[in-house]
């Protein structure tokens, strides 16, 4: 098992540990994170997703964002190309429908896609993370080949910042060439 196998398999026992208290608090203390981020304040399309294998709860911070009249998209598995996503708007009645994975995504109505390169900040999963921008995520290069064109033409737009659990940040990651850093990463601790 390589460091980035070993790594990934240790912080998401440690995530899936938690108790639903602990991500309850968790979640509550990240919108209080979220709420003091004027680049998320100034934001008007904005991509979350729902949370799986103890990854840290988005919920309240996509019931903030439609409070604040704020667009919300989810990603969807891109149906044509392979490892790579789609972002559909999401609202309360948004009909959904497990995945692969067994994640509940937006049924995919073509009219309401948004491309990757229109959305103004995407809050992103991840498994660990150092302060270097550097973040580890499942394995799978949906985030990575989805936004590889930030990399590729030095895009500005959007904003990939993560979400984890403090308890999910390393010293240093070991970064591939074809992994795109974050912004910033947002934590029940803190911003990094």
Not at 37 to 56: F, M, V
Not at 66 to 74: E, R
Not at 101 to 118: D, H, N, S, V, W
């Amino acid at each position: 098992m390589n460091v980035r196998q070993a790594l990934r398999q240790s912080m998401r026992q440690k995530r899936r540990a938690l108790s639903p208290k602990q991500q309850n608090i968790a979640a509550r203390r990240l919108l209080a994170e979220i709420k003091k981020r004027p680049l998320i304040q100034k934001a008007k399309h904005l991509a979350l997703y729902l949370p799986n294998d103890g990854e840290l709860d988005p919920t309240p911070i996509i019931q903030w964002c439609w409070q604040q009249k704020k667009t919300v998209y989810l990603p969807v598995l891109h149906p044509l190309s392979h490892n790579r996503l789609w972002f559909v708007r999401y609202t309360q009645y948004t009909p959904m429908t497990r995945n692969l994975y067994g994640i509940l995504e937006p049924t995919t109505p073509y009219r309401f896609i948004r491309p990757a390169k229109m959305l103004d900040i995407v809050l992103l999963p991840l498994v660990a993370f150092d302060k270097n921008g550097g973040r580890l995520g499942m394995g799978g290069g949906y985030y990575d080949r989805t936004f590889s064109f930030i990399r590729q033409y030095n895009a500005q737009k959007p904003r990939l910042i993560g979400l984890a659990h403090e308890l999910q940040k390393v010293e240093k990651l070991p970064v591939e060439s074809w992994d795109v850093p974050l912004t910033g990463v947002v934590t029940d601790g803190g911003f990094y």
